[in-house]
């Protein structure tokens, strides 16, 4: 499939894909969203891209490779115990962090974030993983 | 102690590292460390005549319960001097024996830890810790005895032996455990305390004997003895050390450990000499029609270990202490035998005694030696083995009831220890010999080394007894057996009964000596006989019974694990279908949803056409409408979440619809084309499997809204979503905060599936 339209369109789609997907993983905590959500509409966006030019385009064009990804976000996930143990709370305690943004605003900074992004990255990995070895080393016709 | 261990546990692999000069002689250093740990015990000795045992513990797992605990007192300094000094013997003896082999590291390697291990479980003051490494030595004993691993007979007797002495371990481990839950500790000491309370608790008869299968299996008790003999393939130095005097006495070890627990009652002093006197038969039984040098050496330690069991299973005063000091006894002359048997099959060539003669001519210190050593073996006076027979027989004398029995079975097994003794030296060293395949020499100091200071010890311990009795075995009886009694070991009883006994034994012993020498076709006869008698070899049926189990798990496996991928399913749909019934048939009664109420017709119409799509897309004749069909069905319910405001789970159900379609058009490809093969048959079960399932599932939501089995747990997740995890999507915050284990538990499945996937379709890839 040598669709020129789908190609051009996925240019635009997927970072619109891509942009979306980080929003749903920011907003997660406190509206509809999440690391899981996110790491979907991530891996869609690739997967996309994947169908409008070939697998082995799309794969190539990602820095890491799919179980990179996965490695990415378990480790993540990992890191986001590490602050509950060192300020003396239990292994995955909760902790966070407020920090001075524009104007009077705070950000809330905590583990949960970060944890939620291990989710995201090991999600959007599982989800590459899956579609590039189904789809492996085959030319899309 | 715990520092002796370390030593043991750091300096072995860091050996490993040396610059090759130093390598080559380090089974002296090793010998030199085990000199040292030596020196170390007997500076502890007079101590122990202050207080009656040194402790040290650590703490371990204290989740548990579980200290490491080390305890030094009278018994387990006997064996940690016997494990340390004969140990030094060892390796300098093996430094000349190892010359010529390959792989010698690994060999003082493996030699090294097992002393180790073997220190720690005579030091154990923890049963948990003990059976650490009591396993350890099982596991250590089976690298060394396949040293030779090229043979396959070497092969075959560490698999049995391991497999044997490892279901002993597993056997006592469990009576341990049985054991441990009736006072709820694992330490020595605290079971001594409570031992009334064991003794008298319903688990004691199967703990006991759970335990004592442990020690027959280690202590190569009958039945279990096969192994030992077979064990004979290991290099010489390992049957002298692990296979005589240190390794298969661990389970004598831990009965005199634990005869203060479990000691003194009648299945105590009826079940354990029963089985000694049976394997002191079974031993000294077969010494004497064996040919093979070490083989006899392994027969006659399978007769002591007999008589070390059924002494302390007579659990007398007397009887435990002719046990500890014939625990000397054995290892002195054994440890040496078998070094000097390991010695003349190095210089001869042969171990088989019917090719060996004459050796005195060209070996007169190994003679002067093995004739010292083969006395204390027969029980001879000067030897140390004189001491030890007389004190068995006085044991023996004043047992009432059935000790006249066991005296008698004991005289017979001793008169048999005299032949075979005194065969040993004149077989091998006088007699005619002109069919060995070299001539050898006595080169090699080291090789005499061992056997002539054990021999001396023997001989000077015999004359001197005081030395031995005075502090090592009046402290260790008096772990053993808590009431202290004075021991005095003399060599020179008087003209009493034991002395009668004495002499009765040597003139018999000698009578069959002389018999079996001028007739050697006894000999023959006696060994036809034997195999006539005993035609059900142990060994034989050991191994036609692993094959018969190896057998049946190869059927077994090929029943259960058919590899059809559907019949799996199958199996696993219909039995979880299973459990949720019975789960809902036992909780609760039956109060089930019936408040049914109307929802609105757009609802009503977007549940109908699920059903539809659902049915269509079993029904239909193409994948890919099938495939949509099931997509409709998805996206339907996903509505259905934004109905009812899920709208996480929506979002998600969207996505996780759309990637399976994308995924399933992937694999559509990849299948062959579409065609109807199951029978009508197949599709009725396959209907009524689902309906089962599908019922049992309604069945189960339908009871779930109903059910409460306390206040629901959403009400704190509202309360505390905002104010302790600073999150307004309740459904988030529990993802990732107050469920974040689960969430990760889910990752991690999600990758290994992923990663699962990835590899079988890589398989398949290959074989393109």
């Known amino acids: 499939m040598n669709s020129i339209i789908l190609q051009i369109a996925s240019r635009y789609v997927r970072w619109l894909l891509l942009i979306f997907a980080v929003i749903a993983l920011l907003r997660g905590h406190n509206y509809p969203g999440g690391g899981f959500i996110g790491g979907l509409l991530a891996g869609l966006s690739i997967v996309f891209e994947g169908f409008a030019y070939s697998p082995r385009y799309a794969l190539d064009k990602l820095k890491f490779s799919p179980a990179g990804f996965i490695a990415t976000g378990l480790i993540l996930i990992m890191a986001s115990f590490l602050p509950g143990v060192l300020t003396g709370g239990k292994l995955m305690t909760g902790t966070w962090v407020s920090l001075p943004f524009l104007f009077d605003w705070e950000v809330k900074l905590g583990t949960p974030l970060l944890f939620d992004t291990g989710i995201f990255f090991a999600v959007t990995g599982v989800t590459l993983l899956f579609f590039f070895s189904l789809k492996q080393d085959k030319q899309w016709k | ?768």
Do not use: C
């Open chain 2, 1 to 768: 102690m715990q520092r002796v261990l370390l030593i043991y546990l750091l300096f072995a692999p860091a050996l490993l590292w040396l610059p090759e000069r130093i390598k080559k002689q380090r089974a002296l250093l090793f010998a030199l460390v085990q000199l040292g740990v030596f020196a170390y015990f007997i500076t502890r000795i007079p101590l122990l005549s202050e207080v009656p045992l040194i402790r040290e513990v650590t703490q371990w797992i204290p989740g548990i319960g579980l200290d490491l605990e080390f305890t030094l007192d009278g018994l387990s300094m006997i064996f940690s001097l016997l494990i340390s000094g004969i140990g030094a013997l060892v390796f300098l003896y093996a430094r000349a024996y190892m010359k010529n082999y390959r792989n010698t590291g690994r060999f003082y390697f493996f030699l090294f830890l097992f002393s180790g291990a073997m220190l720690g479980l005579v030091l154990s003051g923890n049963l948990i810790q003990l059976f650490i490494f009591w396993e350890l030595t099982t596991f250590l004993s089976f690298m060394l005895i396949n040293f030779f691993h090229e043979k396959e007979a070497s092969r075959n007797a560490a698999f049995q032996s391991l497999f044997i002495t490892g279901f002993g371990g597993l056997s006592l481990l469990t009576g341990i455990i049985l054991l441990g839950k009736v006072v709820d500790s694992y330490s020595v000491s605290e079971w001594i305390l409570r031992a009334s309370e064991i003794r008298e608790s319903p688990a004691y008869l199967p703990g006991l004997i759970l335990i004592l299968i442990g020690v027959m299996t280690k202590s190569a008790q009958f039945p279990f003895h096969f192994w030992l003999p077979g064990a004979m393939e290991a290099p010489a130095p390992v049957s002298s050390y692990l296979h005589s005097a240190t390794m298969v006495k661990a389970g004598f070890f831990l009965l005199a450990r634990l005869n203060p627990v479990l000691g003194g009652t009648t299945e105590w002093t009826f079940i354990i000499p029963l089985v000694g006197v049976v394997t002191m038969l079974t031993g000294s039984y077969f010494a004497i029609t064996r040919t093979d040098l070490k083989s006899i050496l392994a027969y006659t330690t399978i007769n002591a270990l007999g008589i070390l069991i059924l002494l302390m299973g007579i659990d007398t005063k007397l009887s435990v202490k002719a046990a500890l000091l014939f625990l000397f006894v054995h290892a002195f002359y054994k440890a040496s035998l078998f070094m000097i048997a390991g010695m003349i099959e190095k210089k001869t060539g042969t171990r088989e005694i019917g090719l060996l003669g004459g050796l005195v001519r060209y070996m007169p210190f190994t003679f002067l030696i093995t004739v010292l050593v083969a006395f204390s073996m027969a029980g001879l006076p000067p030897m140390l083995g004189f001491l030890g027979k007389e004190l068995i027989y006085e044991a023996k004398v004043q047992l009432p009831g059935i000790g006249a029995l066991i005296l008698v079975l004991g005289v017979v097994s001793n008169v048999l220890m005299v032949a075979v003794s005194l065969l040993f030296i004149y077989r091998i060293f006088l007699g005619k010999g002109d069919s060995m395949p070299r001539i050898p020499d006595e080169k090699g100091f080291l090789l005499l080394l061992g056997p002539g200071i054990l021999a001396l010890l023997s001989l000077f311990l015999g004359l001197f007894p005081g030395l031995l009795g005075s502090t090592l075995v009046q402290s260790a009886l008096a772990v053993v057996h808590a009431e202290g009694v004075e021991v005095k070991l003399k060599l020179w009883h008087g003209f009493n009964e034991v002395f009668m006994l004495s002499v009765m034994t040597v003139v018999l012993g000698v009578g069959l000596f002389l018999l079996m020498l001028r007739k050697k076709v006894i000999q023959e006869r006696w060994n036809n006989l034997n195999q006539r008698i005993f035609y059900i070899q142990l060994t034989r049926v050991f191994t036609a019974a692993l094959d018969q189990f190896v057998r049946f798990s190869e059927r077994k496996t090929r029943v259960l694990q058919h590899g059809y991928h559907r019949y799996y399913i199958l199996t696993i749909i219909l039995f979880a279908a299973l459990l949720i019934w019975l789960q809902i048939f036992v909780t609760r009664g039956w109060v089930i949803e019936t408040g049914f109420s109307l929802q609105p017709f757009y609802i009503s119409g977007l549940v109908l056409l699920i059903i539809l799509s659902t049915i269509f897309s079993a029904v239909s004749n193409s994948r890919l409408t099938s495939i949509i069909a099931l997509g409709v069905s998805g996206y339907g319910i996903s509505l259905i979440y934004l109905y009812y405001s899920a709208i996480d789970l929506a979002i998600t159900q969207i996505l996780v619809e759309t990637l399976i379609v994308v995924m399933f058009v992937l694999v559509l490809q990849r299948l062959p084309r579409f065609a109807r093969l199951s029978s009508r048959l197949t599709k009725i079960r396959d209907l009524a499997v689902a309906l089962i399932f599908g019922s049992v599932m309604t069945l189960l939501a339908l009871k779930a809204i109903r059910l409460e089995f306390s206040a629901p747990i959403s009400d704190f997740f509202l309360t505390n979503s905002y104010s302790g995890a600073f999150g307004r999507n309740v459904v988030n915050v529990i993802l990732v905060d107050f469920r974040a284990l689960d969430t990760l538990g889910e990752v991690v499945v999600l990758t290994v599936s992923a990663f699962g996937v990835s590899m079988l379709l890589r398989k398949n890839n290959s074989e393109k």
